[in-house]
């Protein structure tokens, strides 16, 4: 028995705004089909046992401490910038 139909495949190709042949869909079907049915296989698998998770691994945040430390100097801030305007950085206007 089939998951999908050729139909269907057509109508997903529509919705997606694909443009398939006929012997395009002839190909895909049966493809898709197979897709499907590994996909029905996998949620027969039994989980209730098994917690839900948002990572495969146990990960945590690692933040360094904030500590208060001297900053760039305004001399030194600007010794890059190409052109400077009113104590900032000029640059280019965006249209």
């Avoid at 998951?3 to 002839?26: M, Q």
């Amino acid at each position: 028995m089939s998951i999908i139909s050729k139909e269907d495949v057509k109508h997903v190709a529509k919705l997606a705004e694909l443009d398939f042949s006929d012997s395009e869909v002839e190909k895909i079907t049966p493809q898709l089909d197979k897709i499907l049915g590994h996909v029905a296989n996998i949620s027969k698998v039994d989980t209730a046992a098994i917690s839900p998770t948002s990572h495969t691994l146990e990960i945590k945040n690692v933040f360094r401490e904030d500590t208060v430390r001297e900053s760039l100097s305004k001399e030194d801030d600007h010794l890059n910038a190409p052109e400077e305007m009113d104590g900032g950085f000029k640059v280019p206007k965006i249209d």
